[in-house]
DNA sequence: GATGAATGAGAATTCATTCAT
DNA sequence: TATGAATGAATTCTCATTCAT
């Protein structure tokens, strides 16, 4: 029996990059097609892969959805997470969320805009592993800071959804407008996190 | 060739109660499978009619859909609305529309919950002309209220999507809670939005 | 609710007709190509119907084989139970199953032909409930002459399987050859299971 | 690339340790998974090879079946035809043959037992070159045996099939009871051949 | 020779939609 | 209008086989 010790050659760049090669086509065909309307087909035409190649490395296109989803949320994770740890107070918690969120939100768009296309009846909210993990990674955070007095003794729950909620509604009306205007969001949605909508004394 | 024989006691099907059985068997189906595994078959299954019965009354299982949806909203709508024109302050725009809303979704859970079935991987939410329209409706008591002073000069597209965004999120979060306690979703939002997290003094 | 009372009209005749002509081309299929190399699509081409129209009355390829089976064995047992239930002798049960089967193959050869076509490689044999079926009411009456004392005591398990496996065989031979002679392979059979092959004194 | 560090204590396989690995999963496989359901990836999946490689041994599947029934019939025909070269009469040649056959059967189950898995509906019978031939010996054997008068005067190619449809045919049922029996098996086989089932006087 | 990923033809199956009854 | 079988395009997925490494 022979022990096998993989180096790096030119078969692992080409699964490598094949792997690439499906998820980017992926992106852009959910993001024209809307996710429900989008087949593997579809997928793997917008390749220059062989239809089988496909299942060498994902069992449908919900496998490679997610896969997409868990790149997109590994990128943004550890931003949005920074900027809670860091956050001295409650302004820099909310704030730092927000902003990180909608810049990321303005950059990646075909990420976040993956859908709202079939027949613009559905909207279609990414929720993969990574996603899930970044919503409980923000209610673990506002737990914490909720203990530590950082924030006032809330529903943590509640208060998670109020945030994803807005930012991935607010992200949405964003990217609809023309510049499009992360620092204007960003504030809009600190603003009424902070201070709500009653004036202040 | 069939021979149909009426039976006494059990009515013909009109139209309209074909309509509605259909629309009910979508609104079943849909919440079960949710939008996308859902085949017109599946719907056609559930009622005790043809298949081709179903394209006298729908184009598709998207046409479906919007009929269901706008059936829910049509509910809903003018109860929102009546709550809004009949506020006298801000405090009761609030309070009155997550209030009115949180009551409906914990009565009507099926309508809401159309989905989160595929794979778990999406969430797909209610976009319906009539839906469409309630946001609309929405955005227009917004500014009607900024402009009577109610609100606060704030950007109504923002402030729509903010509402909008809580609602559905916060309205999932309750539903997964036992019980289910559409106060304590409408309190926690309306807070929020009144007097944000930062402690007045 | 209408109760519907089936009247036999173009549709059930249709029903019926098409049902046959799919059985009937995976006759001549199954004949040409072998049972293994045969696929649905084979089939279907061998109509003048549509691809899908197969599966409104198959679910498969086995399901399509044992109904052709179903309807040969259907055609074939209560012959060849009529024959030994007539039986008064040893000689009659013997005879006439034999006569009976080696006719029945002679006249209906596509039938006991499926097969033997995979590259030669292979024999694929009957064994549809109808046939299998047929070889429990062989051994069922063989217990019964054993026990009437029309047959000897001998192992009834062991003796259908003898003659089973003898018609089978002896069948192919018999086919194989120009003419085709029912009546010799009988002959030969049945002086076999009479007799013996160690000459009488 | 990889590297390959050959582990001593294990030494490399060799070509004729490859084609026997490919011939022994073969085995393994068609036992139980019947020869139409199986695929060469299942073969390969049962070795520690590389698909490719299965291709610098055998060409397909049935290349592969043919090898294994050819080893088999390798095994058994030379006993076979022992026996019956070595027969002084009838009695020593149809109880030699049935005896050595029965013996086999029992001891190589899994080779004779190559199917009956495709849905229960089918069973295959091995007819690789060898088994073939050894069929052909057998009549060969028969008409040298009629020939010399060792055994009546009758047809060589209908003696030869009801040998070998009682010899596979009660092998099967043989296999099928606990425990198996060779010897009550060809006790039956060989006093039918014998003396038929007609009593003598 | 061995490897195992890529290939792409082709199989099974589904399903929206049509249309004769 | 209701019915439900027929249609066939479209989809998913498998698998034997090739071939660069």
Redesign the pocket.
């Known amino acids: 029996m022979n022990v ?1 010790v993989p180096v790096p ?3 692992e760049q ?2 490598v990059a ?1 792997r690439e090669a499906i998820i980017a086509a992926a992106r852009k065909v959910f993001a024209e097609l809307g996710f429900g309307a989008t ?3 579809d997928i793997i035409r917008a390749t ?6 496909f ?3 994902f ?3 919900e496998e490679v959805f997610e896969a997409l989803q868990d790149e997109s949320a590994l990128r943004i994770r550890p931003r949005l997470r920074a900027e809670r740890v860091r956050a001295r107070n409650i302004e820099e918690f909310i704030a730092g969320t927000f902003e990180t969120f909608f810049d990321y939100v303005a950059q990646d768009r075909a990420d976040f805009h993956v859908a709202r296309k079939n027949t613009d009846i559905l909207r279609v909210r990414m929720a993969s592993q990574q996603v899930i993990a970044g919503f409980e990674e923000l209610r673990e955070d506002i737990k914490v800071a909720v203990d530590s007095g950082l924030l006032p003794r809330l529903d943590p729950d509640f208060l998670t959804a109020a945030m994803v909620g807005v930012a991935f509604e607010i992200g949405e009306m964003m990217l609809a407008r023309d510049p499009v205007d992360p620092k204007a969001a960003a504030e809009f949605a600190t603003s009424l996190f902070l201070n709500g909508l009653r004036p202040r004394p």
Request: overall charge positive; proline content about 0%; cysteine-free.
């Open positions: 096998r050659g030119k078969r080409t699964k094949n087949t593997v087909r220059d892969l062989a239809s089988g190649t299942y060498n490395y069992k449908s296109k």
